[in-house]
């Protein structure tokens, strides 16, 4: 591979990978939330079940238990979401390395990537 080209895919995987590490860094706040709603919305969910006064029951649900479970399914679709993205760029930089390591010409990478 030629020097200019390996530089450029370097310069390009450098800069996928400060992508990756941002995601990385929102992937651990956003778990880290979930974790805490994970804890709320189960908790009020068994206060809910153990509580028998209807109208103490309804307005437990309307304070806690469903906006809890809202942020909850919110977050669990923004983690899905997250590793989605983790992964695309994951197989860019797979790609870049397996082309600046490759000892074929670029013609036969060409035809690796559409496998």
């Known amino acids: 591979m030629e020097q200019h ?8 995987k450098a800069e996928i990978e400060e992508i990756l590490q941002e995601i990385d860094e929102e992937y651990e706040a956003v778990k880290q939330e979930l974790n805490v709603y994970t804890y ?3 908790i009020t969910k068994q206060v809910v079940q153990s509580t028998v ?11 806690y238990h469903q906006p809890f479970e809202q942020k909850f399914n ?10 989605e993205k983790k992964r695309v760029f994951h197989m860019f930089t797979d790609k870049i390395d397996k082309a600046t390591t490759a000892k074929e010409e670029p013609k036969s990478f060409a035809i690796t990537q559409t496998e």
Do not use: F, G, Q
């Open 40 to 42: 709320k919305y189960n």
């Open 74 to 83: 919110d977050l669990k679709e923004y983690i899905k979401e997250l590793e």
């Open 5 to 12: 080209v390996k530089m450029s895919l370097d310069k390009w």
């Open 53 to 63: 006064n209807p109208e103490l029951n309804r307005k437990i649900r309307e304070l």
